[in-house]
C-alpha cells in the first residue's frame, strides 16, 4: 500500500508539473484554483488511473529504480570517503592477487552460518578470477566467542601474518560450536604458540582494532554478516558465485570506463 501511495503521488506531481508549465503561460496553477476546480482535478487523476491502471506500476518501477540509483550513489561516496580503512589498512590481511585491479573487502564472523556457506564460493571466486584482491575486515557480531575468536584473529595476524590464511580458512571450515578454547585449539593446531596469541589477543591495540571495524561498518550501515564492499558498491548479505562473479565484471568494466 504504502509504495502505491507513494506512486500514486508521483503521478500526481506529473500532473502538477503540467500546472507549473501553465504558470509560465500565465494560466491558472493548482493553487489558483477554487475548491471545486481542485475536486474536479483530482476526479479527473483517478479516473485516469482508474482508466490506465499500469501507470501504477510504471510509476512504481520509476520510483524503485531512482531509490536504487540514490543508494548506490550513497554507497559509492560512503566508500569513497572510508577507502584508506576499507582497501589500505596495513592491519588487514589481503589474500586472493595483492595487485588485483577490483578489490573485495568482507567483513565476516567465524560463527555466522551464512559466512560459512558464503566462504567456498569465495574460494571459487578466486580461484575462476585472478585478479581480485581480496580483503578480510574482522567483524564479529554473534556474542562474546564471536569477539573472542575475531580477537584471537586479528593477535595472529599481528603475531606471524604467514599464518593467518591457513588460520581464516580452518576457521571458517569448522562445522562445531565455535568456541573460544575450540578457536584457540586451531591455532595451536596450525603452529601459533596459545599463550602468546592470548596475550596480544587481550591486547589494548587489538581492542582498538576491532573498535574500528565497528565503527567502519556502522558508518557504512553495515548490520550483518557477510557484508562486502567491491569497488565502489557495497553488498549487504551473501551473493552466490555466478551473481558475484558478475558484480566484479561490473566494477572492473566501469573502472576502465
Not at 506512486?7 to 506531481?13: H, R, S, Y
Not at 556457506?117 to 554473534?142: Q, Y
Not at 596450525?190 to 596480544?200: E, H, M, P, S
Amino acid at each position: 500500500m504504502r509504495r502505491t501511495l507513494a506512486a500514486a503521488a508521483l503521478v500526481l506531481a506529473t500532473a502538477l508539473g503540467g500546472a507549473a508549465v501553465a504558470q509560465e503561460q500565465s494560466t491558472p496553477t493548482l493553487s489558483d484554483m477554487s475548491p471545486a476546480e481542485r475536486e474536479a482535478l483530482r476526479i479527473e487523476i483517478r479516473a485516469y488511473l482508474l482508466e490506465h491502471p499500469e501507470v501504477l506500476m510504471e510509476a512504481i518501477q520509476e520510483l524503485e529504480k531512482r531509490r536504487d540509483a540514490d543508494a548506490k550513489k550513497a554507497d559509492a561516496e560512503l566508500i569513497a570517503d572510508n577507502s584508506d580503512a576499507l582497501f589500505h589498512d596495513p592491519n588487514t590481511w589481503v589474500g586472493g592477487n595483492p595487485d588485483g585491479d577490483v578489490t573485495l573487502v568482507e567483513f565476516s564472523d567465524y560463527r555466522c552460518g551464512y559466512c560459512k556457506r558464503a566462504f567456498p564460493e569465495l574460494k571459487k571466486l578466486l580461484e575462476r578470477d585472478p585478479n581480485i584482491r581480496f580483503v578480510i575486515k574482522e567483524f564479529p557480531i554473534l556474542g562474546p566467542d564471536s569477539v573472542a575468536a575475531a580477537s584471537m584473529a586479528m593477535a595472529a595476524l599481528k603475531v606471524d601474518r604467514s599464518k593467518y590464511g591457513d588460520l581464516h580458512d580452518t576457521l571458517m571450515r569448522f562445522n562445531g560450536q565455535l568456541t573460544e578454547a575450540a578457536a584457540y585449539r586451531i591455532a595451536g593446531n596450525i603452529g601459533y604458540d596459545i599463550a602468546n596469541l592470548k596475550r596480544t589477543a587481550a591486547s589494548d591495540e587489538v581492542k582498538a582494532r576491532i573498535g574500528e571495524t565497528y565503527e567502519l561498518a556502522d558508518t557504512l550501515g553495515l548490520r550483518g554478516t557477510p557484508s562486502f564492499v567491491l569497488g565502489d558498491r557495497i553488498i549487504r548479505g551473501y551473493l552466490p558465485i555466478d551473481a558475484m562473479l558478475a558484480a566484479v565484471v561490473e566494477v572492473r568494466t566501469a573502472a576502465k570506463n
